[in-house]
């Protein structure tokens, strides 16, 4: 089994850098020991200009049947001759997958601590797996791909016999993947989509899967038009995790329509409760603070930095109080279904003239986002490792210089008031920290002091007398006296 990976780069941003954000030096072939074989990676060039990185997992198939895996598709046994003869050596199948999970844990999870923002930002990928099994033929291949924002999904059927090509084609096809993805995101879409092609697991599938799959599909499976198929290929058909597998995905469909976060959606698909009676979601309480904080402040230039999905530019742009909204992620996927939900290339030409969005990184100061009366963090610090937090504190309060500043975080003393959320868990898998109110409090208060803020507190949601708001929320607002004095020396 064979796949590579390849990156092309420049001077400044070299290919090399794929090294790091796969946590496999270019210089070095290394070999791994997985559950069903022995992997190698290794790089058949290294050059700032492009590099490849090859993950070839050498499969046992004999060890394989003899660990008791020689089982045919529902459970049956095999003849005796193809336990032992068969394309698990060669063809790529949910035991790659595995050795994925095994060799690239890092990368799947999209952590690389040397290159925060090249692990988030989209590299120019191509994939290429030169045997993949198709149960469906080229036409599924492209059904699967194709919506997950690659530009070219080249799926060339291999013939049974090039030297008799009336005999037609195998069910075996040439992927070639590319386009401009995260590298996380092309090796998650990978780890799901190897076996749900071959629609074969060739390991016991235990209800931890779901869990596993939900991972892996973070982003893209929800509002996959193949989600039903994709779902029970993985689960190998088992209807009762396919089941809790696609209620989660609705959840998490309703989750991202609506920008709630977890604690919200039990109440927002609770169906036997009257509508009158169900109550408003955090997501939307957040936005009302928000935009009232914005008001009170007179802004009427407004950045929204960490943006996502646009849900907080759009509320924005329907108060005509707010002239000019630009909505900033660091996401290339997210600014385009922002793009989507605001229907940008539909939109008035006075509209449009109101709102813009940019992609960029806030841990960078960026002359684009200077001169403006306000900026939002909403929901976006805990995302930022802690080493990289001052940097984002000096790109916004000391760069950009906002004459408001909004930020919103989970307040962590109201998780254990989350009857879904596991004790000791945070509210998101990508959450850096969570806070209590006095850690934030002394984060807001070393920042005002840094840059020349005054600060006040409130929280949002309903306000619990023990643990306090699910939500806290603080407004800087810059400090004039201290502005003026700073102008006046320089």
């Known amino acids: 089994m064979f796949l590579t990976i390849s990156t092309t780069g420049t001077p400044e941003r070299p290919a090399t850098d794929l090294g790091f954000l796969l946590h496999k030096h270019p210089d070095k072939a290394q070999t ?35 660990r008791g895996k020689g089982k045919g598709r529902g459970g049956a046994p095999d003849s005796a ?31 690389c601590q040397a290159m925060p923002e090249r692990a988030a930002s989209p590299l120019p990928l191509r994939i290429e797996v030169p045997v993949l099994p198709a149960r469906g033929g080229a036409d599924l291949v492209r059904k699967l791909f194709g919506p997950l924002g690659w530009s070219t999904v080249d799926a060339e059927p291999v013939p049974l016999d090039e030297s008799f090509p009336e005999w037609g084609d195998s069910r075996y096809v040439r992927l070639v993947l590319e386009g401009e993805l995260r590298l996380a995101e092309a090796l998650r879409q990978l780890y799901v989509l190897l076996p749900v092609l071959d629609d074969a697991k060739h390991y016991w599938v235990a209800p931890d899967e779901v869990d ?32 809790q597998a696609m209620e989660r995905l609705e959840l998490v469909r309703l989750a991202e329509s609506d920008d709630l976060e977890v604690e919200d959606v039990d109440n927002a698909v609770d169906e036997t409760t009257d509508t009158d009676e169900r109550p408003v979601p955090l997501a939307a309480q957040r936005r009302t603070a928000i935009m009232a904080a914005l008001r009170a402040a007179g802004a009427t230039t407004v950045l929204d930095l960490g943006c996502g999905q646009g849900q907080l530019v759009q509320a924005l742009l329907k108060d005509t109080q707010f002239t000019q909204v630009v909505g900033v992620d660091v996401s290339v996927r997210a600014l385009a279904i922002a793009a989507r939900r605001l229907r940008l290339d539909r939109m008035g030409e006075r509209q449009s003239d109101r709102v813009s969005l940019v992609q960029g990184s806030l841990t960078y100061t960026d002359k684009r986002l200077t001169g403006h009366d306000a900026a939002v963090l909403s929901e976006v610090i805990e995302h930022v490792d802690l080493p990289r937090l001052p940097a984002l504190e000096y790109a916004v309060f000391g760069s950009a210089r906002p004459r408001t500043v909004i930020v919103t975080t989970p307040n962590v003393e109201y998780n254990v008031r989350w009857e879904t959320l596991p004790a000791g868990h945070v509210r998101h898998s990508d959450h850096r920290f969570e806070w209590t109110r006095e850690e934030f409090r002394q984060w807001a208060a070393r920042v005002s002091d840094r840059h020349g803020y005054d600060v006040g507190h409130t929280g949002i949601g309903d306000d619990d007398p023990e643990v306090g708001a699910p939500t806290q929320m603080a407004v800087f607002t810059l400090n004039t006296h201290t502005e003026n004095k700073k102008e006046v020396a320089a």
């Open 81 to 111: 001759l193809a336990q032992y003869v068969n394309d698990r050596p060669y063809a790529a199948s949910s035991l790659l997958s595995v050795a994925m999970s095994t060799v690239f844990k890092s990368a799947l999870r999209g952590v």
């Open 32 to 66: 791994f020991s997985t559950s069903h074989g022995t992997a190698h990676v290794l790089y058949p060039e290294a050059t700032a200009e492009r590099c490849t990185a090859a993950l070839l997992l050498e499969v046992d198939p004999v060890a394989l049947v003899r």
């Open 212 to 243: 596993k799959l939900l991972r892996a599909g973070d982003g893209w499976l929800a509002e996959h038009p193949e989600q039903k198929l994709i779902t029970s290929r993985y689960l190998a058909r088992r209807w009762g995790l396919t089941r």
